[in-house]
């Protein structure tokens, strides 16, 4: 009988030290920090949107998505036809719209990310001067606008670095964006529940 009660308890035993340890690993998980590596690439030969993922120094999953293949040229002869700062500013306030239509969703997601590396580099030219210095103010403009946007909503652990070079003599579109962001698991969490819920509730 004594044996058998012995063990029951060392049943129980195995039992809750199995539930223990995977409640700590649990808790351990969810305060884990998660890192995303993004990278967007765009030119007239390559359209990618990339996205790595790791955890604890393991590469989880890496994302490829291939962009339109025309939207660089459409771009560039959307500027090309009747160049003008309005134009210009209608895309810098369709921006301004859409980060004030999510605005409370992205203020919840930013203030959950750090950023460790953040590179934006762009070459833009139209093949006229006037179009040209027009679009360029326009590109640094909307840098302008993200990045302290970024700076004041997130966690910075880096120096964003963010260059616009002009070409005047000829037609070209080319931007490479690359940054490096982490997030505590359970926050992730947390963020893209609320981010389906938001997306539902404004469809």
């Not at 390559?46 to 962009?67: A, C, D, G, S």
């Not at 004041?152 to 964006?177: A, D, G």
Request: aromatic residues 12%; hydrophobic residues 45%.
């Amino acid at each position: 009988m004594m044996s058998f009660e012995l063990m029951e308890f060392d049943k129980m035993g195995w039992l809750f030290g199995s539930i223990v340890l995977i409640l700590l690993f649990i808790v351990i998980l969810l305060f884990s920090q998660i890192y995303f590596t993004i990278d967007f690439i765009i030119n007239d030969k390559e359209h990618q949107f990339i996205v790595t993922v790791y955890l604890f120094r393991i590469l989880i999953m890496k994302k490829v998505n291939p962009t339109m293949p025309d939207a660089t040229k459409d771009m560039l002869e959307k500027y090309d036809i009747e160049p003008s700062l309005d134009r210009i500013f209608e895309d810098i306030k369709e921006i301004l719209q859409r980060l004030k239509q999510f605005h409370q969703l992205s203020l919840d997601i930013l203030h959950r990310l750090t950023f460790h590396r953040l590179d934006w580099k762009t070459n833009f030219g139209t093949g006229e001067a006037s179009s040209t210095g027009l679009v360029i103010g326009g590109l640094w403009g909307i840098k302008g606008i993200l990045m302290s946007y970024l700076s004041e909503h997130s966690r910075l652990k880096c120096h964003p670095h963010t260059n616009v070079l002009p070409h005047f003599q000829q037609k070209l579109m080319s931007s490479t964006f690359n940054c490096i962001v982490s997030i505590r698991i359970g926050q992730a969490i947390y963020a893209f529940i609320k981010a389906i819920w938001t997306f539902q509730k404004s469809s």
